[in-house]
């Protein structure tokens, strides 16, 4: 099949043109084609760490099966819809944050097929204020699910994407599917601005010693092949979960620390290319 019928896939409700989101000037998608691989926890600390740099930043939870920003941000409100009917974001540290997640109920599952994601999808992209009528926004992150399907092509095909940040950990297994993500997003013309490895290595709080874990070397072969930057390597710290697991991503909750001068230097990285795109076109 030719790359536009893999991606309509026999669908058969309308495509709307592709717009930018109102006031947004980048959208970066953090993705993987894999689970559990720390999108979510790229996708905060990343958030915080260009809020921390200067720019302005929204947070759009894109997984409706199973949103995990409400969590790692410790929020549990309702969003309410202003004069003009556009769905108001929850804030949480002057960063507008948009999930599925804040509408229903934490135990409610969510059995909806491709046409019912993408009527969603079009709504958090261009029915939320995600900023006021006077202001822009400089990045607006889109935590998106594991895989390759309905929600990463509903997103490619809606929105002006800036750029995707590619997700993975060393083990060949997840290496294997950051090569599909790479194809996908090529496949929709979305720039890849660069992959982080998350759980890069172990480094033990008594000798310092590294060990790696889930093996090591693999991320930087695929990014060579790829031909994207390699953005950082974040380690396997006990910390960065449980901070996320408490509602207070380690940006926040400790600044200071070496981790998050990695996601700083994550974010000084992608902010540094997206200049770059934007001064070649």
Not at 19 to 36: L, M, P
Not at 164 to 182: E, W
Request: proline residues 7%.
């Amino acid at each position: 099949m030719s790359n536009d019928e893999q991606i309509q896939g026999g669908e058969s409700f309308p495509i709307p043109q592709k717009q930018k989101i109102n006031n947004v000037q980048n959208v970066i998608a953090i993705s993987s084609a894999k689970g559990g691989v720390g999108k979510s926890t790229l996708s905060v600390n990343l958030a915080f760490a260009l809020k921390a740099l200067g720019h302005s930043v929204g947070i759009l939870d894109a997984d409706i099966y199973g949103p995990s920003i409400p969590t790692m941000l410790g929020v549990n409100e309702e969003p309410k819809s202003d004069s003009l009917g556009r769905i108001i974001p929850i804030m949480c540290e002057h960063v507008p944050l948009m999930s599925i997640g804040f509408l229903v109920k934490d135990d409610q599952p969510l059995v909806w097929r491709g046409p019912m994601l993408h009527q969603v999808l079009q709504q958090f992209f261009h029915e939320v204020r995600w900023v006021p009528y006077s202001q822009n926004m400089d990045y607006l992150i889109i935590d998106l699910p594991p895989g390759t399907g309905d929600i990463q092509l509903s997103m490619a095909q809606q929105v002006e994407v800036a750029g995707a940040v590619i997700v993975t950990t060393p083990q060949d297994v997840a290496l294997a599917d950051v090569k599909r993500g790479i194809k996908l997003f090529n496949m929709v013309d979305v720039p890849i601005m660069g992959v982080v490895e998350n759980m890069s290595y172990f480094c033990c709080p008594h000798c310092n010693e590294r060990t790696d874990i889930f093996s090591t070397g693999g991320a930087e072969s695929v990014v060579l092949k790829a031909e994207v930057p390699l953005l950082g390597e974040i380690p396997l710290v006990p910390e960065i979960r449980e901070c996320g697991d408490n509602g207070r991503p380690i940006m926040l909750a400790n600044p200071d620390s070496p981790q998050s001068k990695q996601y700083l230097a994550i974010a000084e990285k992608l902010h540094a290319a997206i200049q770059a795109k934007d001064n070649k076109s």
